[in-house]
């Protein structure tokens, strides 16, 4: 691996770690390589997305006695990579080793604590993505258009599939949200799908297509109709994982060990000093009002509807070169992100999101900024709260976050990597999205929006501090959600409180804390990455390079950050040392 330090093993001699590397090792890719391909077997759509094109048109089978095998499996593979004796290991198949187990141990976590396919509907509701086979144009459009029409002909038994796995009752925040997920779903294919595909000439096909959508467009809506009808009226509010369980999900998910309680503390310890930073920020740029007015003054310089798209456009290429001039991080590739309405069906759930071409993709490789627009339907008073996330500056700062230097530069290093096929198959929460919130801050830090003007600045610098108390806020009602029982309407007194948004926007990240618990990860990795650039700076002395830095980081995969600690840092003593 490019970059990648050999102290994991300072003992071992280069014609020893070599003969490792052929014995043990060899083994172990041999091994890995089959459970990988078993792993996305039973998850072609994942399959698809990460570029393998073989999986077109295929469905996992979510029945019972399927999702058992598999939980099996996953189990089985697991014990496999438990006994490896890690001694007979190269350093690098030593880190692939510990990536491939967080990820099979998260996974293992959903399906058997979370009971992601027996507790959540939301598991099903988006399932028939015909999207992935629309965006990118990486086969003629009839083969596409077969694997939509057999992926849809598979909907009808999913749906029964559904309605036998789920649970009798269930959480309503998760019920509601299905819901709204499937009438985005048959919207978009009903709608936009049919748009995408009209200039195909094969009246066959077509007829084909028109039976098989229709064919998933009532199975979707029945589907729905049996969550409103069957669900809902007996669904409850036990929402909350509890504290044992939360604790697993840091475990598994990133290998922190610290309590639900310390990640609270540190929660509140830095959404208090980013409120200072975020008061300091209003009082430059007008000492006269409280902070919290300043701020609303501020949103209220944003675009309308119609402009939001196209203002969000011009920002791009004037934040990439920053990126260039400034040498804050290596540009691997001139291709350019494209922006976008979000789909229908994932408006219910993004603000705004980036969607890049999966790391073996290798025919179309475009990738899509996602912006989520007002919705007509929304009262005037919703869509102006909406419109407000996006005023200029915090615009500029969440496109700092998707595209530049955040997911798509993110994306980019992945793909030029030399990060092997498990590093690019299995990616860290904290790692993927703190990297993105991290770069808000460094960007500022770094000079960016500053021209001269100090208000200008600290307009930036406003809206910045603003998106970091909303990923504070995130983590802390995280555990107050799912640790210490806080309700939704408690979460949204919270987030208005503290990230000083409306109702709307508030009460929708309160429900999302409600079946993501894992959006604390935004704030954790920005946070672990800011002690690992200290320590790694700290290291380098003089040698240090911020460009450098940044590089390493994105070459290495996507893991957890604690492995990164290993990677990077040459005293194993303050390798655990996370946050």
Same mark, same amino acid.
């Given at each position: ?325 400034? @040498? ?241 840092? @040459? ?9």
């Amino acid at each position: 691996m490019k970059n990648f330090l050999l102290f994991l093993f300072a003992a071992c001699t280069l014609l020893s770690c070599k003969e490792k590397s052929e014995t043990g090792s060899g083994d172990f890719g041999k091994m890995s390589d089959s459970l990988v391909n078993d792993y996305l077997a039973w998850r072609p759509q994942y399959g698809v997305y990460l570029g393998y094109h073989e999986y077109d048109g295929k469905m996992t089978d979510l029945s019972k006695a399927s999702i058992d095998a598999e939980l099996a499996r996953l189990k089985m593979m697991d014990a496999k990579l438990s006994a490896i004796d890690s001694s007979t290991l190269s350093t690098r198949d030593f880190y692939d080793l510990q990536i491939l187990q967080h990820g099979i141990k998260t996974e293992i976590f959903n399906m058997e604590e979370l009971g992601i396919f027996t507790k959540n509907p939301m598991t099903y509701a988006g399932a028939i993505d015909a999207n992935i086979y629309i965006k990118r144009a990486y086969a003629p459009i009839e083969d596409r258009l077969k694997a939509i029409i057999a992926m849809e002909n598979q909907a009808p038994a999913l749906y029964e599939n559904a309605k036998a796995n789920l649970l009798d009752t269930l959480a309503k925040p998760y019920v509601e949200t299905a819901i709204q997920i499937a009438r985005g779903s048959t919207a978009f294919l009903g709608g936009d799908l049919v748009t995408a595909i009209k200039d195909v000439k094969n009246d066959t096909l077509m007829s084909s297509f028109k039976a098989a959508n229709k064919k998933a467009i009532d199975a979707i809506n029945a589907y729905a109709d049996y969550l409103e009808k069957e669900k809902l009226p007996k669904s409850h509010n036990r929402y909350a994982i509890g504290r044992e369980k939360y604790q697993k999900m840091l475990t598994y998910n990133e290998g922190i060990t610290l309590t639900p309680e310390r990640i609270l503390e540190i929660g509140l310890r830095e959404l208090k000093k980013e409120q200072e930073i975020f008061n300091a920020a209003a009082k430059i740029i007008d000492p006269a009002k409280k902070p919290v007015e300043v701020y609303n003054d501020l949103q209220n310089e944003h675009p309308t509807a119609e402009k939001l798209l196209p203002d969000t456009r011009k920002t791009l290429e004037s934040i990439r070169q920053y990126l260039i001039d400034k @040498k804050i991080v290596t540009m691997p590739s001139e291709v350019r992100v494209k922006v976008e309405e979000t789909p229908q069906y994932a408006r219910e759930t993004s603000t705004a999101s980036m969607d890049s071409p999966g790391p073996f993709e290798k025919k179309s490789t475009e990738a899509y900024y996602y912006i989520t627009p007002v919705n007509n339907k929304w009262t005037p008073k919703q869509q102006e709260d909406w419109l407000r996330q996006f005023n200029y500056f915090s615009n500029d700062v969440v496109t700092i976050h998707e595209a530049y230097p955040g997911h798509y530069t993110q994306f980019l290093h992945l793909n030029a990597s030399s990060a092997s096929r498990i590093e690019k198959i299995f990616a860290s929460y904290a790692f993927v999205e703190g990297w993105a919130h991290y770069t808000e801050k460094m960007m500022l830090d770094d000079g960016f929006g500053n021209n001269g003007d100090a208000k200008h600045a600290a307009k930036y610098r406003l809206a910045q501090s603003g998106e970091a108390l909303l990923r504070l806020c995130r983590l802390c009602v995280s555990v107050k959600t799912h640790c210490q029982g806080m309700t939704i309407d408690e979460g949204t007194k919270f987030f208005m409180d503290n990230w000083y948004q409306g109702d709307k926007p508030s009460r929708q990240e309160a429900l999302r804390g409600t079946f993501d618990p894992g959006y604390l990860y935004y704030t954790i990795g920005k946070l672990q990455i800011l002690k690992l650039r200290a320590d790694y700076q700290k290291q380098e002395g003089a040698n240090f390079s911020q460009q450098k830095f940044h590089d390493l980081i994105l070459d290495n995969g996507m893991p957890p950050v604690r492995l990164l600690r290993e990677v990077l840092l @040459k005293d194993k003593s303050i390798w655990g040392d996370i946050l």
